[in-house]
Nanobody, 120 residues
Framework: QVQLKESGGGLVQPGGSLRLSCEASGTIFGTIRMGWYRQAPGKQREFVAEMINGGTTTYEDSVKGRFTISRDNAKNTMYLQMNTLKPGDTAVYYC??????????????WGQGTLVTVSS
């Protein structure tokens, strides 16, 4: 079974940086869409960033210029580089991949989240 595991979260002061990783385990034929979402305390889960076919990227307005999404196909891993972090970025961050588990099985898979806390 394909599973995703996020890592890299933690406590950071405002203005600091973190790099989140999302590693996929299990057999994966190929990935098409990769994305990051977050859920702040008491808030709904929201879109953060997305990459399609390893090229086209889209970012939520509040993170443009600060966050960068990337991937390493050889490692079945995606990343979210977060710079100039603000207290408003505090949330549990989730990764999502739309992938081919086999040549004829297309799945949407979510990780369980990693907590990012931005506080002084």
């Amino acid at each position: 079974q394909v599973q995703l595991k996020e890592s890299g979260g933690g406590l950071v002061q405002p203005g600091g940086s973190l790099r989140l990783s999302c590693e996929a385990s299990g057999t994966i034929f190929g990935t098409i869409r990769m994305g990051w979402y977050r859920q702040a305390p008491g808030k709904q889960r929201e879109f953060v960033a997305e990459m399609i076919n390893g090229g086209t990227t889209t970012y939520e307005d509040s993170v443009k210029g600060r966050f960068t999404i990337s991937r390493d196909n050889a490692k079945n891993t995606m990343y979210l580089q977060m710079n100039t972090l603000k207290p408003g970025d505090t949330a549990v961050y989730y990764c999502k991949m739309d992938l081919w588990a086999t040549t004829d099985s297309y799945l949407e898979v979510w990780g369980q989240g990693t907590l990012v806390t931005v506080s002084s």
